[in-house]
Structures are given as C-alpha cells and as structure tokens.
C-alpha cells in the first residue's frame, strides 16, 4: 500500500491507492490551506489554487491536471495541487501541505497563491454581495396590498356566490371574478374560482359581462368568450388571459395579479376542461 509521509507533523500515513491527496490532508486534519482560504477554497475542484502541495518523489503521483498546468505555471514539477493529485503507486512519498505561501519569496512580497487566495477572495465576496442584492431585490414586495399587480385577499370562498360574474375588482385589481358552476371547473380552478384578466386578447379593448347573453364581449370588434374565458368568435386569437390564485387554509381566495396565465388558443377549453 502506498505510504504518504507529511514532513512538517513527521507523520507517515497508509493510504489507498488512488487516494486524493487533499482528502488524506482534511481527514487527518493536516493543515491545507492558510488564513482566508481556508473558508473561501473551491472545495476541490481546481479552481482556486490554494491547495499546494509539495510532493517528492513524483514518479507516484498521478499525472499534472489541466487545471493544475494553468495554475501552477513556472513552478517546479513538485508542486501540486493536492486536490487534483493522487497516489498511485507503492512507496513512500514525502509530502509538505500548508506552509509554503510566503516560503518562496525571501522578501515577503505575497506569493502567487496568496494572490490566487486573495483574488479568489475577493470574486467569491462580490459574487455573494451581488447574490444578495438581487435576491433582496426580486424578494421586496414592490407593490402594496390592493394595488394592481400584488396580491387581493377576497375573502372567504365559500360566501362567493356559484355562476355570479363580480366585477368589483375591476378597477383596482383589473379581473373578473368568478366561482364556476361544479360541471365547469376542474384542478385548474380552485373551489371553482377564476380571476380573468379584464384586457381583450386581440387588441387590449375592456370587454365586458353581458348577462343577457351569459358571456363577455368585445365592444371594439366583437370578440366573444364563455363564463371561464374560453374563446368563441372574433378577431381575438386565444381566450382570455388570467390570473393566478389560491385558496388558503382559512379557506380565503387570493388572487395574485402579478402572475398572469395566457389564455388557450381558439378551440381549446380556456381552463383545460375537454368538453368544448
Ligand atoms: S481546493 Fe481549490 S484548487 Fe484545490
Ligand atoms: S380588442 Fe377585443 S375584439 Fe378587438
């Protein structure tokens, strides 16, 4: 079984064959990596190169990665990254991990992998600042409650009267609202109910509910639609747009107008039903 022997510890360790050297490191909590790095590493994956390692003989290591060749360009073959190398063969191979930061340069100037720590560091931090700046910025609620695009609390499902078209929220939230007959609804309605957007799908004209013909129609050019928006007759291309909702615990609808669903093309059921 090959022999890893870590010079600084005078410690020599069995290990399998293949082993990764960065995991021999970590599982016998041998030092890897110095200050920073050892919080904003790349875990493994070659991307860092802040896992040095200086390794003699190499005749039992494997093969320098592609990772490794860019990383550690001009330095001397018994430099490696200890997450891209493992041990092959049988023997003993002298290992020394941790400690050559600023080993290489007598003047203290900072080495290349402290600077590869530092800019690593410092893409890592920016990264995570924008992460959350963004994430901050899609999670702030950007509408007030009861303005168009938020949410509407209507209040409990069950006192909305079955087959009645409400149109108090056109103003304010821009639907119609309804709670389908049971042998119109489906999944796609919660307890029945159906918020559809007030804009014709043709040119944006306002249709409107006509009782009288129990369907809504387009004023502009006649576009015509059934109770649960699907299409009819008219220029319109697809039924009528609407918009997401649920029904919550306490049994309120809450309609979300901030999230609009489009309307189903011209002979299709507008709520996925397959009976028209
Ligand atoms: S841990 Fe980043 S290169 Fe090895
Ligand atoms: S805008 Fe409604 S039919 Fe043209």
């Keep these: 079984m090959p022999k890893v022997k870590f010079v600084p510890q005078n410690l020599e360790l069995e290990v399998p064959q293949g ?4 995991r021999v490191l970590l599982r016998n909590k041998l030092p890897v990596y110095t200050r920073v790095t050892q919080f904003t590493n790349c875990r493994g994956h070659g991307l860092c190169g802040t896992c040095w390692v200086e390794v003699d003989p190499t005749s039992q290591l494997s093969e320098r990665t592609f990772r490794e060749k ?5 330095r001397g073959e018994q430099v490696r990254l200890s997450c891209q190398t493992r041990v092959l063969g049988d023997g003993t191979v002298q290992a020394t991990a941790g400690s050559l930061d600023l080993a290489s340069d007598p003047t203290g100037a900072k080495s290349r992998r402290e600077l590869f720590g530092l800019a690593w560091t410092a893409g890592t931090s920016l990264f995570l600042a924008q992460f959350g700046v963004v994430s901050l910025w899609f999670s702030w609620p950007r509408f007030k409650p009861g303005e168009f695009g ?3 609390d209507i209040g409990p499902v069950d006192q909305l009267e079955v087959d009645l078209m409400y149109g108090d929220y056109r103003q304010t939230g821009q639907f119609w609202l309804i709670r389908l007959p049971e042998q119109l609804r489906n999944t796609a309605t919660p307890d029945g109910v159906l918020a559809l957007y007030i804009t014709c799908t043709h040119l944006g004209c306002k249709f409107e509910w006509v009782p009288v013909n129990n369907r809504f129609e387009c004023p502009c050019h006649g576009s015509k639609f059934q109770k ?5 007759s008219g220029p319109a291309p697809r039924g009528l747009d609407r918009f997401e ?3 919550t615990r306490d049994r309120d609808v809450v309609v979300d107008t901030g999230r609009l669903i489009r309307g189903q093309p011209r002979g299709v059921n507008n709520i996925g039903r397959q009976d028209t």
Excluded at 70 to 74: F, Y
């Design 70 to 74: 860019v990383k550690l360009a001009g």
């Design 19 to 22: 082993a990764n050297l960065r």
């Design 228 to 232: 649960d928006g699907t299409y009819i």
């Design 150 to 152: 938020s949410k509407f």
């Design 245 to 247: 909702l649920a029904v």
